[in-house]
């Protein structure tokens, strides 16, 4: 009997994808990676260290090793793979955190209920939670900082290209609006020395952001602001920055961060986004999957050329152009109108 089809093997491989990905959390959690940082261990050991049930840890890890994220030896030993070294807490691009906050429990409810929403249109996150998954976090301090710690570690790993899209040295002062701890605004001023920072974010976030900044050594270049970008932003800025923020709203929102920007920004002055735009028919999976994840999650959406060239125009802006920066993301030059 010959082998099914690939095409069988890889639609059968998708419906299981949860099963890795479960696997993946659980020893994310259990912090097996910095367990192992200082080399190989036995099962039983990290058993101990982990207060689990020492055979089904084996199974568990015995499973993930067969794909990479750990190497199982002799006598039950597993060592840490290339893979596995991002599992690291202590990683600069550790993917722990996003790890933690793709696989919990409230963004799993909110993906379980994908079909209401295909029904409906409506926001899953809403209507398994009974709150969106911004009050969630507030009400959930935990899931906060795990959402602010994937959020660093995801601005990290494509922040280089970002950076490299668009000539972010041209401005004296930047404003990042609804720019988390810093992660993004921090690696701009370090390529570009003369250039000063506003960082603005709801107060509870903003106030773990002076580690970051001086960690990349630009804290003495940021001015640091609490606040809702609904109801204002700071002004003091030749350009504004807006990184994976309006995909996280449907248009009205939107057009309401817009609007607050297009109040204090100078005529001559630029507005940033850097948000994916939607490719082609039968492409782009990072970004149309990204799309879903707004939709059962935040409750935004991602948007094609047209439909961000709208947007922009109904906040005040004309759209200038736009520079990949990485494989989900680019840059969006608008001006003030």
Known sequence: MGAPPQEFVELVGAARAYQRSRAVAVAAELGIADLLRDGGRNVDDL???TNTHAPTLYRLLRALSSVGVFSEQSGRRFELTSTGEYLRDDHPLSVRPIVMMLCSDYEWQAWGELMHSVRSGENAAVHTLGMDVWE????HPNA?????????SLTRSSAPGEVAAYEFGRHDVIADIGGGTGAMLAEILRAHPGVHGILFDQPEVVSDALDVLADAGVADRVEIVGGSFFDH??????AYLLRRILHDWVDSECVRILRQIRRVIPDDGRLLVIDGIVGPP????LVKF???????S???????????????A????????ASRGSVNSHVIEAIPV
């Not at 932003?233 to 030749?238: I, K, L, N």
């Not at 109904?314 to 152009?321: D, I, K, S, T, Y």
């Open 282 to 285: 039968n492409e782009d999976p």
């Open 136 to 139: 969630h976090r507030r009400r």
């Open 233 to 238: 932003v700071p002004g003091g800025a030749d």
């Open 144 to 152: 906060s900082e795990v959402f602010d710690a994937a959020m660093r």
């Open 47 to 49: 058993a101990v260290a």
């Open 314 to 321: 109904a906040g005040g802006f004309r759209l200038q152009g």
């Open 298 to 312: 935040a409750g935004g959406k991602e948007r094609n050329g047209n439909e961000w060239s709208e947007l922009l």
């Open 290 to 296: 990204l799309d879903l994840m707004m939709l059962v």
